[in-house]
């Protein structure tokens, strides 16, 4: 058939009057006859079609607002539509009157832009978004020939998608999918038409956009996301990952964790890993609290411990050591981003003294956000002032404020409405001008009326507490917001704090990115976040407490070894997570295993790599570790230590090469001390791995040490055997 199109719309602007000759000679007659006919059809109803509830869904299920189309913020051809129709004013105002109205023909509704182009008619970069025949071309159609207006007849109360969870026992089973909308006009409505329903993981679920029927395709817990208007609500579907069912009631339950974390792997049927051995707990315990590898008099000590409650004890006596007190200095250091400023670091040595004083003493981690975000002062002299240097401007404060107390990503409503979150424009610049008023630099001080502009209204954002209210008063705003996040019903600040404690003692938080917290990326163990948020509160915020609570239960205990049906499992701990070496951890642990530690600028020799208080101090070793600058967030950092780059200078770098072979290091000393070949291994493997060798193990070197008469021989084949211990992933990875 010939078709001939209109290029663009400004082809179509000076055409107008000849769209017979430019229109497809085949389509426009049909769309002109099915909108007559819809007209028709409509003419005697009474019933409006009321644009924001009808029209706007349509269109954001036809995907015309979405950010890859029309809802970007450049638009695309000169149409802008607000981000998924989050404002519908805007979007009828852009539709019906914009463009001189020429979008819509309120005397010709088949003549109107909007159903030429979505029907392509004409030219249309978006391709087909609606059928010439279809329902959305009629109810668009009816709504043009009622004259195109915005009565807003009703507003959306209350949005839910069925089913909100559900559990399935077979592969590819079909789950059908549904949606009901309530109204302020006490209406009732099957919104799943106008729902859009999207796999978290495409790999994972699959989802029939006609007969909107989910379809699951691997084990495990699956998230759908539920589009209505501007809500979003979750969907999450199971499925078994064995036909036969589970039965833990009979394992070991310390506290709260262990329950919540059993019911899922029942649901799941997903067997645990028996309880790590002794060895494998010392180290790992002693690594999460300390930062450190036990030393060999803590590990024959430990091991020569026979009482019940002899874990209890070590761990009661690591958490109130001056090595846990340096350690989650340095944790919480990365997280506030403490480093130098260009030309000054006594601000952040300042700062790191300040913040592990608070820590040493238990200071409520409620009170030490509050402080950060009131802090004023000299920098040089008031640590916390230095909280306020960290980042650029008003608008990098919000963010960095949300992501770090609420695990909240506000920054996705800079320029429109968060697409997957509650979060307005409004929120995000209202918080924005709560920190405009702040004066950085070596003084931090506070100056009423500075202000910040709200794109949407070209004017000055009021300061506005995120989700809650506006403030009205012209003062210092910050002790507002600092009241609201740390009050006991603060919605967010107790999980974003437990969700990070909780990944750096699990491996995995139990939302994934801890700084993403909402309702459409919902935690793996929904109750138990909540409990261990609660059990954070009513321990006013101690942060000793929740560690605790945490390596206390049999989940933290549990063995890293795998089971046949357990060893796919990646966030339900079902067997415990490795977790890298961190940089500077890395850097210590070489440090304690060679014997020879590692130097840090001008810094003392006697610190030990956390134990710097300023990411910028000199020290090429830790940067080849790949140490995090702290300049952004670190959270996700150390996941990228290893690989190539790493072995390349495990190969032929000093970091290892000089401290193995050194006439200092812990090498040498054995060789000069007299050691047998078994004395060797054992200290070796006790330094580096935390447990004795293996028979295996024993039985391989004591063989390859036996072939060699030379002593020299004897040296570089102990060298070597230092090295490969030095760089496998056993000793870089607490497991």
């Not at 302020?184 to 029939?208: G, K, N, Y």
């Not at 403490?338 to 913040?355: E, F, M, N």
């Not at 047998?676 to 060798?693: M, Q, V």
């Amino acid at each position: 058939m010939f078709r001939k199109t209109v290029r663009n719309a400004r082809d179509y602007e000076f055409t107008w009057s000849l769209n017979s000759f430019i229109l497809n000679r085949w389509s426009f007659p049909v769309l002109f006859l099915l909108v007559t006919a819809a007209s028709s059809l409509f003419a005697d109803d009474q019933t409006l079609i009321d644009f924001d509830t009808e029209i706007v869904p349509m269109l954001t299920k036809a995907g015309c607002n979405s950010g890859a189309c029309h809802g970007a913020a450049a638009g695309r051809g000169e149409f802008y539509l607000s981000l998924y129709g989050s404002r519908p004013d805007f979007d009828h105002t852009s539709i019906a009157h914009r463009f001189e109205g020429r979008r819509v023909n309120l005397s010709k509704p088949e003549s109107s832009l909007l159903l030429l182009k979505s029907t392509e008619t004409i030219e249309h970069g978006g391709g087909t978004r609606f059928d010439l025949d279809s329902h959305e071309v009629k109810l668009i159609s009816t709504w043009i020939a009622q004259g195109a207006q915005r009565h807003q007849l009703r507003i959306l109360k209350s949005f839910e998608a069925q089913p909100q969870k559900q559990v399935l026992n077979k592969v590819r089973s079909k789950i059908p999918l549904s949606a009901i909308a309530e109204f302020s006009d006490q209406s009732s409505r099957d919104v799943t038409h106008l729902t859009v329903f999207t796999a978290e993981d495409s790999s994972a679920v699959e989802i029939d956009s006609v007969t909107r029927a989910a379809k699951v395709l691997r084990p495990g817990q699956h998230v759908v996301i539920a589009r209505f208007l501007d809500v979003v609500v979750p969907i999450v579907l199971i499925l078994s990952a064995d036909s036969e069912q589970l039965d833990l009631t009979n394992l070991q339950r310390e506290n709260f964790i262990d329950e919540q974390i059993y019911q899922l792997l029942e649901v799941l049927r997903i067997p645990p890993s028996p309880p790590a051995g002794e060895a494998e707990f010392l180290r790992r315990i002693h690594l999460d609290l300390t930062g450190r590898l036990p030393n060999s008099a803590q590990i024959v000590s430990y091991q020569n411990d026979k009482s019940q409650e002899k874990r209890k004890r070590f761990i009661n006596s690591l958490l109130e050591s001056e090595e846990f007190n340096d350690y989650w200095t340095y944790e919480f250091s990365k997280l506030l981003r403490i480093r130098s400023q260009p030309q000054d670091s006594v601000g952040a040595k300042t700062y790191h003294a300040w913040l592990r004083r608070e820590l040493a003493n238990g200071t409520s981690f409620a009170a030490i956000a509050k402080t950060l975000l009131t802090a004023t002062g000299d920098s040089h002299e008031v640590g916390p002032a230095n909280f306020f240097r960290t980042v650029g401007g008003p608008r990098e404060q919000a963010e960095f404020v949300s992501e770090l107390f609420m695990g909240s990503r506000l920054r996705c409503a800079n320029c429109h409405d968060h697409p997957l979150d509650r979060w307005s424009q409004d929120d995000y610049h209202g918080l924005a001008a709560i920190f405009a008023g702040v004066k950085s630099g070596r003084e931090i001080s506070y100056i009423t009326g500075a202000e910040v502009v709200h794109p949407a209204t070209g004017e000055a954002a009021i300061p506005r507490i995120p989700g809650e209210q506006f403030l009205e008063s012209l003062s210092d705003g910050r002790d507002d917001f600092a009241n609201w996040l740390t009050s006991d019903q603060n919605k967010y600040f107790a999980k974003a704090i437990v969700n990070r404690i909780w990944k750096r003692l699990m491996g995995r938080g139990l939302v994934e990115p801890v700084d993403d917290l909402r309702t459409t990326n919902p935690a793996t163990h929904p109750v138990l976040l909540q409990l261990l948020a609660d059990d954070f509160v009513k321990h006013d915020f101690n942060l000793r407490h929740t560690i605790q609570r945490i390596v206390s239960s049999a989940a933290y205990a549990r063995s890293s070894q795998t089971l046949p049906q357990n060893q796919t499992d990646l966030q339900y701990y079902s067997h415990a997570i490795g977790k890298p070496f961190e940089p500077e951890v890395l850097a210590d642990a070489i440090a304690d295993a060679t014997g020879i530690p590692v130097r840090f600028g001008a810094a003392s020799q006697d610190l030990r790599a956390i134990q710097l208080f300023d990411s910028k101090i000199t020290s090429p070793e830790l940067d080849r570790l790949g140490r995090c600058s702290r300049e952004e967030s670190c959270e996700s950092s150390h996941a990228t230590i290893g690989g190539l780059q790493l072995m390349l200078h495990f190969i032929n770098g000093e970091l290892l090469n000089l401290r193995i072979t050194s006439t200092d290091g812990r090498l040498a000393k054995l060789l000069g001390g007299g050691k047998s070949d078994s004395e060797i291994l054992e200290d070796i493997y006790l330094s580096t791995f935390s447990r004795a060798p293996k028979q295996a193990e024993v039985s391989y070197w004591e063989n390859e040490l036996s072939q060699i008469n030379r002593t020299q021989e004897r040296r570089e084949l102990l060298q070597d055997l230092f090295w490969s211990i030095l760089t496998s992933e056993e000793f870089r990875t607490n497991h």
